[in-house]
């Protein structure tokens, strides 16, 4: 119990390199959160316009051949009853081929195959097309996929760089505080709970950029998402949200910070022993 | 009852070639201030780091109540049986002088369980050594040598250890609180049956030792009388 309430003290001894570490700790989230939320959204934004668009079928004639025997509106109509259909919108058109446009709305876009059938062995011939929206799926998600693959590439850019950052404070923090842990150790206390204290105060401090990290990340997510999708053609407004995933997600990447910088000390001060450190600084 | 003993020991420092401790054997009982005199580098703080359990000799055995310092847990050792007072005082620099002692107590697993029931313990081991609460409730980066000297002291006494062992305790302290400071190391060894162990070149200090035992070049020149 008092290691923990040692480690807390000490937060407040060491504000200056600490407030450093948080402010590290928490830009590295804040980035992460952003990317994070943006990568997910839009991840689930491409599953789900190729799930419409998938579920999406178009029922036309290839090209005019004429003697051939055309299909009726009320054929149409009645391709709608199909127990793989979820609804459909048939409706007169002058810009269509044969004046009809049909679309079939499937329950699962993996039922398409099924559903031709059924309409071939119901009479639709052979010059009639049943094909899925999902051929221009890449006309219209394609800047949504390269937000999703910039944010995913800068995640991780983000990720490397921070745990190199936090490695190097760590290294350097934990040479500051070499006659601390000597003090500590030539007091009697165990390395694992000299260990135990540091790790604590990193995670204190990372589970207060978390939260921190998580206000601005929330705000800032929605920003600079608008910021690079204005200016390409064909956008999409995307509508950033934070859900389970994400928070996991930063909840991870913190806890893999502070671990790093936990693994740190903990491997230092197994290499030390209290005389050498005291008599060092004497 | 003979509390601590040293068998044969010789000790090389890492890299270094020639043994700074040379086959030593000595013991020390209860009761009893043991005063370790002997010229700089002789090997008298090298002798104090390893029956203080703060480093481990590489020849012959060192026995606290009987057992072989290399067969147990050298951390307890420190923390619940033998106080040290540093020459350097060895404080936590940015914490208070009540609060170096409290967590000395709470490493030993003192007896005195109550928070502040451990602090009042800890104004009152100051106060022994001359050290007002005023002063205890300063980081330890404020105080004089003599003062953190002190509370190095009240540190060592904190968790009521076996065995005292005191690098020069009183070089730092004036004329007034060096009296005090050794009136208080002779009741530990007369009145607690501590055993203390001091290296010290203070003649006062040797004048309090119930033994004086002499190093030079690693050896010891002067045996104790009860060897």
């Not at chain 2, 107590?105 to 104004?123: G, L, P, T, V, W």
Request: charged share 20%; net charge neutral; hydrophobic share 40%.
């Amino acid at each position: 119990m008092y290691v923990i309430r040692h480690a807390l003290l000490n937060l407040g001894k060491n504000k200056g390199r600490n407030i450093l570490l948080g402010v590290i700790i928490f830009a590295v989230i804040t980035a992460a959160f952003v990317t994070l939320a943006i990568f997910n959204t839009t991840g689930i934004v491409i599953q789900e316009t190729r799930y419409t668009l998938g579920r999406m079928v178009r029922v036309a004639p290839r090209q005019i051949v004429y003697g051939e025997a055309s299909v009726s509106f009320e054929q149409f109509l009645s391709f709608a009853e199909s127990e793989y259909v979820h609804e459909a919108d048939i409706r007169e058109s002058r810009t269509s081929i044969n004046g009809i446009e049909a679309i079939y709305y499937l329950k699962q876009p993996e039922m398409l195959t099924n559903f031709e059938a059924e309409l071939r062995s119901r009479g639709l011939p052979d010059t009639y097309s049943v094909v899925s929206e999902e051929l221009s799926f890449e006309n219209v998600t394609g800047n949504l996929e390269n937000l999703h693959n910039l944010s995913l590439t800068f995640l991780v850019i983000v990720l490397i760089l921070g745990a190199f950052i936090m490695v190097l404070l760590s290294a350097i923090s934990i040479r500051e505080r070499k006659y601390e842990v000597g003090v500590l150790r030539a007091m009697g206390m165990k390395k694992k709970k000299v260990a135990l204290g540091l790790w604590i105060e990193i995670i204190t401090i990372t589970c207060i950029c978390f939260a921190l990290g998580m206000g601005a990340g929330t705000m800032l997510s929605q920003p600079i998402s608008d910021v690079i999708m204005t200016g390409q053609a064909d956008s999409i407004n995307v509508n950033i949200s934070v859900n389970a995933i994400t928070v996991m997600g930063i909840l991870g990447i913190s806890i893999l910070l502070a671990s790093i910088t936990g693994f740190i000390s903990v491997s230092w001060i197994n290499k030390c022993e209290p005389i050498k450190i005291l008599t060092e600084r004497n | 009852m003979k509390c601590l003993e040293i068998r044969n020991v010789s000790y090389r420092y890492e890299g270094g070639t020639d043994n700074v401790l040379k086959n030593i054997s000595a013991s020390f009982e209860s009761g009893k201030v043991y005063a370790i005199i002997g010229q700089s580098g002789a090997g008298k703080s090298t002798l104090l780091s390893l029956i203080s359990g703060l480093d481990i000799c590489r020849d012959g055995d060192i026995y606290y109540n009987g057992k072989n310092m290399r067969k147990i847990d050298r951390d307890e050792y420190r923390a619940k049986n033998v106080g040290v007072i540093f020459q350097s005082y060895n404080l936590l620099l940015n914490s208070t002088a009540a609060y170096n002692i409290t967590l000395s107590m709470n490493i030993s697993d003192s007896n005195i369980k109550e928070r502040q029931a451990k602090k009042n313990h800890a104004y009152f081991l100051l106060d022994k050594v001359g050290i007002d609460r005023e002063t205890a409730d300063r980081k330890i980066l404020k105080l004089s040598g003599g003062e953190q000297q002190r509370v190095g002291i009240a540190r060592a006494l904190s968790h009521d250890p076996n065995v005292v062992i005191a690098d020069e305790p009183t070089g730092n302290l004036d004329a007034k609180t060096e009296k005090s400071v050794l009136e208080i190391i002779s009741r530990l060894a007369h009145e607690d049956n501590k055993c203390v162990i001091i290296v010290t070149h203070s003649k006062k200090v040797t004048a309090i030792a119930d033994e004086v035992i002499s190093i030079q070049s690693g050896q010891l020149l002067c045996k104790p009388m009860n060897l």
